[in-house]
C-alpha cells in the first residue's frame, strides 16, 4: 500500500486486484507466488488507472449520472422503469417483492401466493396494499428522478437479490414454486444487466445468482435432505452457467460501483472453481471476505472469516475473530455453528458436541436443526467408540 | 418475512371471572376487539389463518405402541394450559409478532379493563433455511448445509 502513497486509490487497485485473481485463475492457472502476484497485479492497474487519468471516483459519478434510457424505445426499458418504481422506499422488502414479482415478473397472485405459502385471497391483499402504499405516499407512482436513480437502482437489486434467496434457500420438490423464484430473479437480473451492462454492482448481481444456482443439482439429496457444499458431489454442478457467471464476472471489471455483490460473486467463483473441496483456495477466501468487510457491518461477513481463518490459519485463530462476535451475535445459532465447527476442528469434542445442540435448538429451519442435530450426535458416537480414521 | 403462531390458552390474565357471568356488551366489546384487529391484520395480508379450538373436554388423548392404540379423554394436563385458540402471522420481523400479541393480550375484559391474557408467541419451523440474506454465505463457508 505504501508504495505509492495515495491509499484510496492503491486499496481500489488491490481489490481489483484480487477480483482479477478470483476471475482469472480458472484460466491461467494458479500463479505460483500468489501473494507477489497480487502486489505485480495491483502495481499494473493503478498504473493503469493513472494513464487514463480517470478515478472510480469520476467514473462512479458518470455512471450514478447516467440517464435513464428513454422510456419509448423499448418494451424491456419500460420494464425497467416499472421495475425502479416497484421498489419504492415506502415498502417493506416483502410487499417490494410480491408488487415485484407479480408487475415485472408475469407471476400471476395464485403463483406468488403458493411460492410464499398463504392463500391467494392473502396474497392479493398484500399486493393491493402495496400500491395502495405507494400511492400514499409523498411520492407516489412515477419514474424516479436521476438523483434518486441510483439509490433506487440498489433497491431494485436488493429486492431481486431476496427473490433470488427465496427460492434458493427453499428445498425442492415440496415447495415448486418457491424453488422457481430464482429463475425468476436470474431472469429479471439478466434483463436490468442487458439495460445497464456498465454497471458493476447489476453484473456482480448476476453473476453471483448464476454461480451460486450451477449448483443446485447437487444441493439435494433425492429424499430432499440438503447436502454440504464440502459433501456435495461437484460434478453435478452446472459447468455452463458457472462459466457464464464467471464472464459476467471478469467483463465487470474495473466497472464500478465495486459492492457486495461482486465481491461475494468473486467468493462464489472461489469456491465454483475448486474440482474438490479440499482443492479450495481459502487464502483467496479470506482476502475476499476481509474485502468485503470494509464495505458492511453486517456480523454474518465477520463469521464468514472466522470460518475462513480458520481454514488458512487454523481453528484456534478462527475461534479468536469469533470472540469479537459474542456481544453483537449473542444467542444467535449460527454463531454457536461455526464455534462448534471450529471447535470441532480444534479436536474439542465435548465443546463442539454442547455447541451443535445449542445451535439445533435455536434455529427455525428444518434442514439446518436436522443438519446440525445430525452433527452432534455423530460426535457423541465417536466419543463413545473408539476412533475411526476416515 | 417469517410466520409465528400466536397462541392463547385458557389462561385468563388479570380476570378470574369466567365469561358467562360478564355482561353481554362486556361480551360485545370483547369480541368486536378481536373482530376488528383481526379484519386490519387480514387487510394488511399479515394473518394468514385464524382458529379457536373446541375445549378440553372434547379432547382426545392418543397414544400408539404400533399395534393398539390407546384413547383416552384426557386431560392430562392443566385446564389452563390447553390451547383455546391460535392465529397464523407472516411478518417482517419478530418485533411484529410481539407487537400483535400485546394487542391481542389487551382485548378488554368486564368493565373494559385490558385482560392480559398470556399469548404464545412460537415462530414456525420451515423447510427454508433461516435467515435468507446471509445464511447462504455463512454455510458455504463453515461447510454447512448449502
Redesign the interface.
Known sequence: MRRYGDFDLAEDAVQEALLTAATQWPRDGMPEKPRGWLVQTASRRLIDQWRSDRSRRDREERVALQELPTQETSDQDDTLTVLLMCCHPAL????AIALTLRAVGGLTTAEIASA????EA??A??IS?AKRTIKDSDEPFRVPTDDERPARLRLVLHVL??VF??G????AG??LH?AELSGDAIRMTRMVHRLLPDDGEVAGLLGLMLL?DA?RPA?TTADGD???????DRTLWNRVQIAEGAAILAGAMGRPPLGEYRI?AA??AV?DRAAR?EDTDWTQ?LAL?GLLEQLTD?P??T??RA??TG?VEGPTAGLAVLDSLDEQLAGH??LD??RA?LLEMAGDTEGAFEHYRMAAAR???????R?LSMKAARLRQEESEPPVSE | ???YLLGITFEGGVVDTPMEQWKPEEIQEHLDYYRELSQEL????E??QSEILTGPDLAKIVTSDGTTPLVTDGPFQEFKEWLAGFQLF?V?SEERALEIAARLSAVPGPAGVPTQQPVQVR????????????????????????
Open positions: 417493506t422488502p416483502a410487499s410464499f405459502l398463504v392463500d392473502t396474497m391483499q398484500r396494499r437479490y431476496l434467496n427465496e434458493y434457500t427453499s428445498t415440496r415447495e418457491r451460486i449448483r444441493r440438503l447436502v454440504p457444499l464440502a459433501e456435495q461475494q467468493i462464489a469456491h473441496a477466501i471476505y453486517n454474518v461477513v463469521l464468514n470460518v475462513a481454514m445459532y449460527r455453528a461455526v465447527h434455529t427455525t429451519s428444518l434442514p439446518e436443526q443438519y | 418475512m417469517a410466520r387480514r387487510e394488511s395480508g394473518l394468514v407472516d417482517e415462530r414456525v419451523m420451515d423447510e427454508r433455511i433461516s435467515d435468507t440474506e446471509g445464511m447462504r454465505e455463512y454455510l458455504e463457508t463453515a461447510a454447512g448445509a448449502s
